[in-house]
């Protein structure tokens, strides 16, 4: 399978090594039924911080692939098996049959999270997780996917519906009030990508939206700053922002985006 990674130079230097063994180790397992995997999230943003980010990718398999090659591709891709320079990997595999359509659901075959700062998540139960993670994940894929092997994300995926994603966003934002497992600087940032989401129907990255909101975010504005300056340190050092302004700001951004759609 071609790598069309050669020549495109988007891809964090960090990552590079990591994410073409990755690819290798992929198509080994996947063989045929291999279609696409592509880097997602922050690194497809452009946002990706050394340190602090985690690594995205998104996998699209044929209707044919056993379970048992998924469980292999898990064990194979494991850290420290792997060892993941990132603060950890995301991955997440789906059918082709499934990303072909717009969808509301989770809809994965295999859900991974592995590396140093990343609790371990090995599912094949779509029960396991909140949907609207991976709707998101999908739209991002369609919309700016980097493509590692395979076909390019936005052939094989389908850019979902308005009305799906604004909901996922809704359940994005409702999820990082309540603040559960989420560092509180996140918390603001993806507040304000979900807001500019909703504003324009693009995906931004999270320190690119902060600067958008910043004019019209009034007594928040400091609370953004503060976010931007602890985004930029390595995750261990983030700053421990106020809970209660966190919480405040993440009401007026679910105003925000519940009067804009």
């Not at 964090?12 to 045929?32: D, F, N, Q, S």
């Amino acid at each position: 399978m071609e790598d069309t990674t050669a020549g495109q130079g988007r891809l964090p230097p960090e990552l590079e090594p990591y994410l073409a063994e990755l690819g290798r180790r992929t198509e080994a397992v996947c063989g045929k039924d291999l279609v696409t995997v592509a880097a997602v999230g922050s690194v497809a943003l452009g946002d990706y911080r050394h340190g602090r980010s985690d690594v995205d990718v998104l996998v699209v398999v044929g209707e044919e692939t056993p379970e048992l090659s998924l469980r292999k591709l898990a064990a194979a891709l494991r850290h420290p098996h792997l060892p993941c320079p990132a603060a950890g990997l995301e991955l997440v595999v789906y059918s082709a049959e499934f990303v072909a359509a717009s969808s509301q659901d989770a809809g994965y075959l295999l859900d991974l999270n592995t590396g140093s700062l990343l609790p371990e998540k090995t599912s094949f139960d779509v029960s396991d997780s909140s949907a609207f993670w991976y709707v998101i994940d999908r739209s991002i894929a369609h919309q700016s996917g980097l493509p590692l092997l395979g076909r390019h994300p936005r052939d094989v995926i389908a850019p979902g519906s308005r009305q799906d994603l604004l909901a996922a966003v809704r359940s994005s934002v409702r999820e990082h009030t309540a603040g559960i497992g989420h560092l509180p600087d996140n918390r603001v940032l993806n507040g304000c990508r979900s807001l500019m989401y909703s504003r324009t129907g693009r995906w931004m990255p999270k320190t690119a939206a902060a600067e958008q909101v910043l004019p019209s975010a009034g007594a928040f504005a400091g609370l953004i700053t503060a976010a931007l300056h602890s985004f930029a340190l390595p995750r261990q050092s983030a700053a421990d922002l106020r809970t209660a302004d966190v919480q405040a700001f993440m009401l007026w951004v679910l105003r925000e985006v519940e009067a804009t759609t």
